[in-house]
C-alpha cells in the first residue's frame, strides 16, 4: 500500500513538473516568432520602401518614390508646420525664375504635379516632366551641385543649392549624369546636369524627370527642407 502511494505521489509530482514545463515552453516559444514577424516591417524600411511593393499603383505615373527622397524623412514636421503656421517661418519661394530643366519642353506644356497624391496621405511635392530617356536635363538655376545621390526611389539624383543656400533644386530618375558633373560643381542657369532616364521608383514607359524645389532649414542640410512648388516659378 505504501508504495502504491508513494507511485501515485511520484506519478502526481511527474504530472506537475511535466505540466510546469509544458505550460512554459508555450511562453517562451512565442515571443520570437512575433518578434521576427513584427520586426521587418516597422524599423529601418522607409516607408517608401514598401509602397514600392505594393500592386501596380493606381497613378499613371507610379513614382511614389521620388518624394521619398532624403528629404522625405523630415517633410512631415516641415509640412505639418507650415500648414499650421505655427512654429516655422512660412516657406517663401525664391525670387529667381526657374528655367524649365528639360530641353525642349515649354512651360506651357508642363502641368502641375506638385498637389498630386502618392501613396496614402502624401503628396509629390515635386513636377514631374514628361520627356523622351536620354533627353538633356538642364540645371533650373545658378547653383553649386552639393550632393549627387543614389536612392531607391529617386534612383540617380542631384542636389544643387541656390547661392543663397537658402534653396536646393532636386533632379531624380536620371539615366546618367552629364560630364564633368561633381560635388562642387557651380552650374548655371541652363548648365547640362544629366539625362532623363527611369532610374528608382519610376515607370520604365513613363520617363520623366521629378524636379522638386526645397527651401532649406538653417542648417543646410541637403536632404532636409519645406518643398515648395516650383511650377508658378518656372518659365520657358
Ligand atoms: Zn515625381
Redesign the pocket.
Known amino acids: 500500500m505504501k508504495k502504491l502511494m508513494i507511485f501515485v505521489v511520484g506519478l502526481l509530482v511527474g504530472a506537475g513538473v511535466l505540466f510546469v514545463l509544458l505550460g512554459r515552453v508555450p511562453d517562451e516559444a512565442p515571443p520570437p516568432e512575433i518578434v521576427t514577424a513584427e520586426a521587418p516591417p516597422a524599423p529601418g524600411v522607409p516607408a517608401y520602401a514598401i509602397e514600392g511593393q505594393l500592386p501596380p499603383a493606381p497613378v499613371v505615373?507610379p513614382?511614389l518614390?521620388?518624394?521619398d527622397l532624403p528629404l522625405r524623412p523630415d517633410a512631415p514636421p516641415a509640412g505639418g508646420n507650415a500648414t499650421a503656421g505655427a512654429a516655422t517661418p512660412v516657406p517663401t519661394a525664391p525670387a529667381t525664375r526657374l528655367l524649365v530643366p528639360v530641353q525642349g519642353i515649354k512651360a506651357a506644356e508642363l502641368s502641375d504635379?506638385f498637389d498630386?497624391a502618392?501613396g496614402e496621405q502624401r503628396r509629390?511635392e515635386?513636377?514631374?516632366i514628361m520627356a523622351p530617356k536620354g533627353t538633356p536635363v538642364l540645371a533650373a538655376a545658378d547653383g553649386k551641385v552639393v550632393k549627387l545621390f543614389q536612392s531607391k526611389p529617386g534612383g540617380l539624383t542631384v542636389y544643387q543649392f541656390d547661392p543663397t543656400e537658402q534653396y536646393a533644386y532636386y533632379y531624380?530618375?536620371l539615366d546618367r549624369y552629364a560630364d564633368g558633373v561633381v560635388e562642387g560643381k557651380e552650374l548655371k542657369r541652363g548648365d547640362l546636369v544629366g539625362y532623363v532616364g527611369v532610374t528608382g521608383n519610376?515607370d520604365p514607359n513613363a520617363p520623366?524627370l521629378?524636379?522638386?524645389l526645397v527651401q532649406l532649414t538653417p542648417e543646410k542640410q541637403w536632404w532636409k527642407g519645406t518643398p515648395l512648388n516650383p511650377y508658378p516659378l518656372m518659365t520657358d
Open positions: 505615373e513614382d518614390s521620388d518624394a504635379t498630386q502618392r509629390h515635386a513636377l514631374d531624380a530618375h519610376s520623366h521629378h524636379f522638386a
